[in-house]
């Protein structure tokens, strides 16, 4: 990270949680919130107006924060987005983590695990809150065979990795850095860097050692293969 303050957005249509939250982050050297907003059309309109690095987004909220999550992304896949929520629901996790938001945090935590949340996003790690990672764990795993109501197509995390992503994992539970699976690959670092944002996203991966890990698993065979 640069010399220069991280520059956030925070877009929720509460005023006082909003001010709180901003409150909170302008007391952390590294970080600067230049912009708030209580709707989906402020999202879409801060972050072309004023680029930031990174965007807090509630979900609820007029317009949607689903859709101002989509409309952003459309335009700028690898853009920041940790969605500010005290939404629990599956639905909204997963619809959220799918679409392209790099963290997933439920309102209430405390200030050192949002301001951790943001940092681990900007260097290029995912974030969801602890609370959450059983739904994400069961998402991954996929129908028990005691749930003969789950349809027999439920998507699983490998199925949608590509030849490219596959190797950059392989090599990455292998023990390699970036800039070595880049030498490995020749790709350039940063390249290597948007493919694994986009593998943790698809396995619902917090941080690559996490992805890594469940990789790991399956090549053991501790993990069903069917599961992928």
Do not use: C, W
């Not at 005023?15 to 209580?38: H, K």
């Amino acid at each position: 990270m640069s010399g220069n303050p991280l520059r956030i957005v925070i877009v929720d249509d509460h005023p006082m949680f909003r001010r709180g939250v901003a409150r909170t982050l302008s007391e952390v050297p590294e970080l600067t919130v230049v912009a708030e907003g209580a709707s989906a059309d402020d999202a879409v309109t801060l972050f072309i107006e004023h680029k930031p690095d990174l965007m807090l987004l509630d979900l609820s909220m007029p317009g949607g924060g689903h859709a101002a999550l989509t409309r952003i992304l459309d335009v700028d896949p690898q853009f920041r987005i940790i969605v500010l929520t005290v939404s629990e629901d599956d639905a909204d996790l997963f619809r959220a983590l799918k679409s392209g938001a790099r963290g997933y945090v439920l309102k209430g935590v405390s200030a050192s695990t949002l301001v951790e949340a943001i940092m681990g996003v900007v260097a290029g790690e995912s974030y969801v809150s602890p609370t959450l990672a059983g739904k994400i764990l069961r998402e991954m795993r996929g129908p028990r065979v005691d749930e003969p109501e789950v349809a027999a197509g439920v998507d699983r995390p490998f199925a949608h990795l590509t030849q490219r992503e596959e190797q950059i994992l392989k090599l990455v539970a292998d023990g390699r850095t970036n800039k070595e699976v880049g030498n490995q690959l020749e790709l350039q670092e940063k390249t290597v860097k948007h493919h694994m944002t986009r593998i943790l996203q698809k396995l619902n991966a917090r941080n690559r050692t996490e992805a890594a890990r469940l990789f790991q698993k399956v090549a053991l065979g501790q993990l069903d293969p069917d599961e992928r």
